[in-house]
């Protein structure tokens, strides 16, 4: 077995890293301890903390990746799969090969489709696996519960390191056009402007075919599909974050605009304190509610954008299971006759819970965190 | 009397806190009850609870309140709601946001009519009666067009609107310059003589009291611990906490000690100038100046006090801020102890800012407030030392500035200027976002200061009550020039240029005396388009020819009182 550090695992682990030192880091500080026991005092948003973590739980795990070693042959060297798989994948062994020939509904015990049988005759075969398919099975008889599973983890690293991607550049951005003012201030106003009046999908459509191409053209740069995938992955998550910053940079512009006159920041220019200092000890930390309300708020958006983009087909990689490429299959099976409708539901379902538990999350941060909302 | 209003026992809770506790009093048609009281004593709630607009944490425990011979609390929200329009109305504080500011005046007012019988165009003859000039045109205006003091009398308008008979005045010239303030308090006692309403007058200003009332009720803690007549209680107040009250009005205070020897001369401005561009289109071209501050010259000598007084938005704050170069000057000079200020470190001028809220950031402790301008400037200092200087605990130095009242945030923000060891001190109307016992609190404090370090204060105020017990000096600003100037025995009590006059005489005072005060009419100009010639001439009582010509020149009445003024050339 050889352990394979994708880029988006990485950052992934960097994130869940940051996660935890900001809670330790909060810990410390007062006004930051009373809001978090504000929020974890909302049973609501313990609730939806608790599905969260499940969830990150899941994406965790399926980003221990590694390449299972083939069965030695005498004398030679060790080899390893081509493939890449994750801890998940084998926590999942029995679902991710137990797979049928094609569809079949949840818990069935016989195929979706007849086939011509070696008795004569056309009917509906009986399943190798009867009854262990919760979600049932999709075309190419995958079993939808794994693929569902497996797509958690692509929500969740759209939704997070997307933010990642955007967050330096909004609060740089928007603090330094707030404080710095003048011809600073101009050149990113107009900036974020002209990003914010190109229509989104098209600027990432653009991106993404581009980023296409490069890819097709380096097949050498990736070693096996996965890390091919992965890249697109990343790519994706940062041309979302280009197109979103936009949005906290205003925000923290206008609150930094406010801030600069507050009397402190008077006061400690008085006393010859240099811009930068006065930008970290008066300004990032009154700011920080709005990023943090900002980041648990995008979260699901990002979630929901990964599903849209990808059904249109300039999300992530075709051959990356992820919420999105399975709506985007799902639009040929609702047409079937019978209708197929468990891929959908499946995916449904789960994105369904993400996001609620996100939104309500997020409400309850918004409403500890947001002095106006006190 | 037949009592119009009858409040019996009121007790108001907020989450099992009882805010409001037992308060009775009765007032008759016609009649003006004042209650007074300091910040948070519950005379808004109580105001809230006769009209029932309390906010929905607070809850009536007990009590009833009859008006008109009907008990209140047992009416239904619709026979209430035809009441408060008609029967009792309200006026709030904060004339800003009780307006709508996408309707116009004159649409707000008709609607209230509209609501009540059902006609119409009443709302020019209403602001003709609460004294707005040219009501036709101002009616067809939406609130940001009018000033601060306009928008009290549409508001006052408004709630004329339905005819009420007993009208409750939350505070109501709170938000107002003096001058402004003098012309409200008139308007409302004129309108209640003229429509036999009854008023009750909420404030925290003994004078505004002693000027308006026939009954004075006085708050503390939620009660109602004294009521008696105007005239009595002025003479001598009863209960203890009203008799503290007037010993912490300015005007109880002890004066200044007067500093020996020569007066050296300190800091010097010469002809200090600020002026902001108005920038306009997409080109953001100057299409004119705000002459914020507009050639303003001082003198302050060391140990000494000087005090700028002047009405809201004559440029005090801006030459204070272009004094210590936060912002920078467009013309002038300032110099300390000779040598020009931009060559001096900034240790050596401080400020103290009007805002004790706004001024501490509320995610540093004390000790790292006031280490802050220590680590700029590279000295080492005690900060326990620091605190206690200015009256409080060492160990205060590791909580937050949540966990102080405003009094408290002050003496930190003094303890945070005193931290560098300056010579000078501009403090920016520091006491007036206080209540007046801790006003008296914070001015004794800036004065044993004074006396103890020999620092030189420059005092920023727009309320010259309290320049008596503190300034030695005196600079009257309006509209970004000092238009007199003197020692405070010359300004206060020998003013001789018209608008230190009106300033004085606008001062609601506690023996009453202003009644016939020399109103100032209208409202101070913008200082993007300043008048011609003498910058008052459009409210100056005295007016000539000459005074709209020409901007005077200085006129020397001694050798410390200066003024501006056509009268004396
Ligand atoms: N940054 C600015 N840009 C443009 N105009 C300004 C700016 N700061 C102040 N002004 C204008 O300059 C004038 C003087 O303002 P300033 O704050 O000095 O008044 P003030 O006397 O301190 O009033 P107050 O008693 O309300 O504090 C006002 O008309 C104000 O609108
Ligand atoms: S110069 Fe004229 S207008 Fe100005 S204050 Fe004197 S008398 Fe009044
Ligand atoms: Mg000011």
């Known amino acids: 077995m050889m352990p394979v550090i994708l880029w ?166 928007g603090i330094v056009a707030g404080y710095v003012g003048g011809w600073v201030d101009d050149v990113i106003q107009y900036l974020y402007t002209t990003l914010n009046s190109i229509p989104g999908v098209l600027l990432i459509a653009a991106a993404v075919l581009m980023m296409q191409v490069v890819i097709d053209t380096h097949p050498d740069w990736f070693a096996t599909a996965a890390e091919r995938a992965d890249a697109r992955l990343l790519a994706l998550c940062a041309i979302l974050g280009i197109t979103s910053w936009t949005g906290l940079c205003r925000l923290l512009r206008g609150e930094t605009l406010k801030l600069r006159e507050m009397e402190y920041v008077q006061a400690a220019r008085a006393f010859g304190v240099g811009p930068l200092a006065i930008m970290l000890r008066h300004i990032l930390p009154n700011l920080m509610h709005i990023v943090l309300i900002a980041l648990v708020m995008d979260f699901s958006g990002l979630v929901l954008a990964e599903a849209v983009l990808s059904y249109v087909g300039i999300g992530v990689d075709p051959n990356t299971i992820s919420f999105g490429t399975m709506i ?46 006190a | 009397m037949s009592a119009l209003l009858d409040v019996r026992d009121l007790s108001v809770a907020i989450g099992g806190r009882r805010v409001v506790e037992g308060v009775s009093f009765g007032l008759a048609a016609g009649e003006t009850f004042a209650l007074l009281g300091e910040s948070g004593c519950g005379k808004s709630l109580t105001a809230l609870a006769l009209m029932r607009l309390l906010p929905p944490v607070a809850r009536i425990e007990r009590g009833n309140v009859e008006f008109d011979g009907r008990e209140l609390f047992a009416l239904p929200e619709s026979k209430m709601r035809s009441l408060r329009g008609g029967g009792m109305a309200m006026i709030f504080q904060e004339p800003a946001t009780s307006l709508n500011p996408v309707m116009t005046i004159g649409e707000q007012i008709d609607e209230v009519i509209r609501l009540r019988d059902g006609k119409e165009g009443r709302a020019v003859e209403l602001l003709e009666a609460v004294g707005i000039p040219d009501a036709e045109r101002r009616a067809g205006e939406f609130p940001f067009q009018l000033s601060g003091g306009m928008k ?18 939350d505070e109501p010239t709170t938000a107002l310059d003096v001058t402004i303030q003098a012309q409200v308090l008139d308007l409302l006692k004129d309108l209640q003589r003229r429509r036999g309403m009854a008023l009750l007058l909420i404030t925290h200003d003994l004078g505004v009291a002693a000027r308006m009332a026939d009954r004075v009720g006085v708050m503390h803690a939620g009660q109602l611990v004294e009521v008696s007549d105007t005239k009595q209680f002025f003479r001598g107040p009863a209960h203890p906490y009203s008799r503290r009250l007037f010993a912490s009005l300015p005007e109880n205070l002890a004066k200044p000690p007067e500093v020996g020897g020569e007066a050296k001369e300190f800091l010097a401005v010469q002809d200090l100038t600020v002026h902001f561009p108005i920038r ?85 402790r004390i000790g790292q407030i006031i280490a802050e301008g220590m680590t700029a400037q590279g000295i080492e200092g005690d900060i326990g030392a620091l605190l206690e200087q200015v009256g409080l605990d060492a160990d205060m130095a590791s909580r937050y500035p949540h966990e102080f009242s405003g009094g408290q945030r002050q003496r930190i923000a003094i303890a945070r200027a005193l931290a560098v060891d300056p010579r000078l001190l501009i403090c920016d109307e520091p006491t007036s976002a206080l209540d ?91 200082p993007a388009r300043p008048p011609s010639g003498c910058h008052f001439h459009p409210r100056c009582p005295r007016v000539m020819d000459r005074c709209r010509a020409g901007y005077p020149g200085a006129v020397t009445l001694s050798a410390t009182h200066r003024l501006h003024c056509h009268l004396y050339t």
């Not at chain 1, 309500?360 to 947001?370: I, K």
């Open chain 1, 8 to 173: 988006s695992d990485a950052l992934f682990f960097l994130l869940i890293a940051v996660t935890l030192g900001g809670a330790g880091w909060a810990r410390r500080h007062e006004h930051l301890r009373a809001s978090w026991a504000m929020v974890w005092a909302s049973r609501r948003a313990r609730a939806a903390a608790a599905v969260l973590a499940v969830f990150f739980a899941i994406g965790f795990v399926d980003s221990l990746h590694y390449r299972p070693q083939l069965p030695v042959e005498a004398g030679k060297p060790p080899a390893y799969s081509v493939e890449v798989l994750s801890a998940l994948d084998a926590l999942l062994t029995p679902l991710r090969t137990h797979t049928e020939k094609t569809y079949s509904a949840p818990l069935a015990t016989h195929s979706f489709a007849k086939e011509t049988q070696e008795a004569g005759g056309r009917d509906f075969p009986p399943l190798k696996y009867p009854g262990t398919h919760l979600f049932g099975t999709d075309k190419v008889g995958q079993d939808v519960l794994y693929l569902t599973l497996k797509s958690i983890r692509t929500g969740l690293l759209i939704g997070t390191l997307t933010t990642l991607i955007m967050l330096p550049a909004a609060v740089l951005l």
């Open chain 1, 328 to 373: 985007n299959a799902a639009r040929l099976e609702l047409a079937r006759e019978p209708m197929v409708w468990w891929s959908l539901a499946a995916a449904f379902v789960f994105m369904f819970a993400l996001v609620l538990a996100a939104n309500l999350f997020a409400d309850a941060v918004r409403d500890a965190f947001d002095p106006r909302a």
């Open chain 2, 152 to 169: 009290q009398r549409a508001m006052i308008a408004m709630a004329l609107a339905g005819e009420p008979r007993l009208l409750i005045a």
């Open chain 2, 280 to 364: 306009r289109g997409l080109l953001r071209r100057t299409v004119g100046q705000v002459r914020a501050v507009d050639g303003v010259s001082l003198k302050v000598s060391r140990g000494r006090t000087l005090a700028i007084v002047g009405e809201s938005g004559c440029g005090k704050t801006t030459a204070g801020k272009a004094i210590l170069q936060l912002i920078t000057p467009t013309a002038g000079r300032v110099s300390l102890d000779g040598r020009d200020l931009d060559e001096l470190a900034p240790r050596d001028v401080q400020m103290v800012f009007q805002d004790p809220f706004g001024s501490l950031n509320p995610r540093l």
């Open chain 2, 436 to 526: 007046v016992s801790v006003q008296a609190q914070i001015i004794a404090l800036l004065r044993d200061l004074q006396a103890r370090r020999g620092l030189a204060y420059l005092f920023i105020t727009h309320n010259i009550s309290v320049v008596d017990y503190l300034a030695h000096d005196v600079a009257v600003m309006y509209l970004g020039r000092i238009v007199e100037q003197g020692n405070v025995d010359e300004v206060l009590r020998g003013a001789k240029h018209p608008y230190t006059q009106a300033l004085l005489a606008a001062v609601p005072r506690i023996d009453g005396t202003s009644g016939e005060c020399l109103l100032v009419p209208g409202d101070p100009p913008s």
